[in-house]
């Protein structure tokens, strides 16, 4: 039989001489009642179309820890324009690869992705960043494209066993956190790599296996080949995951901490009393306690991204500009807004792609924080101060500060949002398509009928 491989392909090791390890029922905790309706949905139509699915990624993790996983991602051999074919209360976003979201009654959103292939997992002497290939590839090929081997396993139900191509489960077992083969490599192609890593370790209280580890002390400064507004998304959510202490402190000890912020490095090694890094995981400690507080389902803590960002930035510009003991009025507290303001451009740099506005309500909470712990200790907020726009978004920074400093705790009220129970918010696709790249008949859009007949509920006009 003919080779009729490229010279290319022929110096990649495809991985289809790998073996899986396939780890029965009897071997594993997972039990199909314990996956979404929806998603178990998704996965016997899938089978009953003739096509293979399996639940992938943190599904699969938490499930396998005993937790309840926030998302149930799928993967399939169906294409995305055969999905679409086959849920019509569906859309395709994406643009590098197209997924497929399809959409259920309650806002429950099922994301399914065909199986990629590897994008550069072995390919010899390569040494770009971020490699455009995303074409579509076999189970074995998209388990070695993956990050972290303990996202790399795929549930199927047919015979209820989880798949294991790269000793995701071992590492589970063991308490390990792993990037998925050579971790110079895989960090060089993609650096935000790094930052997954750290993020997983520090939600599940794993520990970074040596390799892994070194890879990233090595290769922490290659952060900065990355898009600002990637690493500012991934810094964001390690804010909002409930473990923002325990990244911060594992992102220190790998230094990965001080490529994202370059003004804590002298500050935290030169500070003996470590007042800027004790300052800094309180606030972060209070930030958590309000994200893993216990809520139903009508509500959730909610804060502003450049509050969360402020909250970064506070130790560094209090031990620089002296924030707690100002008391400044008129054109002294303006001057002094412009030197906070100056002050997180040097802080943040260009490494976050913040917008002008988010740079000025950041200097807007630094500037008025003295003012509301002085009126705060004499029990006084004056009605001029009550009046200002700002003045809601400053009392919620103020009380994160105080309780980070010993004060009350801060109510959680304050941070909480009501979700929206309308279920036509989830399905307002944008006129004349669905969603980024993707053809649809204008005007078609996936709605609720109290009929019992269509698709899952759905009626497709």
Request: net charge positive; with cysteine.
């Amino acid at each position: 039989m003919n080779d009729h491989r490229s010279d290319t392909e022929k110096n990649i090791l495809l991985p289809r001489h790998v073996k899986p390890v396939i780890i029965p029922e009897s071997g594993h905790p997972i039990r199909l009642h314990h996956l979404d309706k929806e998603a178990l949905k998704v996965l016997f139509r899938l089978r009953d179309a003739g096509f293979a699915g399996y639940l992938v990624g943190g599904g699969v993790r938490d499930l396998y820890m005993g937790k309840r996983p926030k998302d149930f991602d799928i993967s399939t051999d169906a294409r995305p324009g055969q999905l679409r074919k086959l849920f019509r209360n569906s859309r395709t976003i994406g643009r590098r690869f197209r997924l497929v979201q399809i959409y259920f009654r309650g806002g429950k959103i099922i994301e399914v992705s065909t199986l990629r292939s590897q994008s550069e997992y072995d390919m010899e002497g390569s040494d770009k960043v971020l490699a455009s290939n995303n074409t579509f590839g076999t189970l074995p090929e998209d388990a070695l494209r993956r990050d972290l081997t303990i996202n790399s396993l795929f549930y199927e139900i047919e015979y209820n066993t989880i798949i294991d191509y790269v000793g995701g489960v071992q590492d589970l077992d063991q308490g390990i956190i792993r990037i998925v083969g050579d971790p110079d490599r895989r960090i060089t192609r993609d650096p935000v790599r790094m930052m997954r890593a750290v993020r997983h370790a520090a939600r599940t209280g794993f520990t970074i296996e040596p390799a892994t580890r070194k890879a990233i002390i090595a290769n922490r400064e290659k952060l900065s080949h990355c898009p600002p507004s990637r690493i500012r998304d991934e810094l964001l959510k390690d804010l909002r995951s409930g473990a923002s202490t325990k990244w911060a402190r594992i992102a220190i000890e790998c230094r990965l901490f001080f490529t994202l912020f370059p003004g804590y490095r002298e500050m935290l090694a030169a500070d003996s009393g470590n007042r800027a890094g004790e300052m800094l995981m309180k606030l972060l400690g209070v930030v958590d306690r309000l994200y893993t507080l216990p809520r139903d389902e009508s509500s959730r803590v909610e804060m502003p991204d450049y509050m969360l960002l402020t909250v970064l930035a506070l130790p560094w510009i209090e031990v620089r500009f002296g924030l707690a003991g100002k008391r400044l009025k008129g054109p002294a507290q303006y001057h002094f807004a412009r030197e906070i303001r100056a002050g997180l451009d040097e802080f943040f740099g260009e490494r976050f792609n913040l917008t002008r506005m988010a740079k000025e309500s950041m200097t807007t909470l630094l500037v008025n924080l003295p003012l509301f712990d002085q009126h705060a200790r004499s029990r006084n907020r004056p009605a001029w101060v009550r009046k200002k726009s700002y003045y809601q978004d400053c009392l919620r920074f103020f009380h994160l500060y105080a309780e980070a400093v010993g004060g009350s705790p801060v109510q959680e009220d304050l941070f909480a949002v009501k979700v929206q129970a309308d279920d036509e918010r989830f399905f307002r696709f944008p006129e004349g398509g669905t969603g980024n790249g993707s053809r649809s008949r204008k005007g078609v859009r996936p709605a609720f009928s109290k009929k019992k007949r269509g698709i899952f509920g759905l009626r497709s006009g």
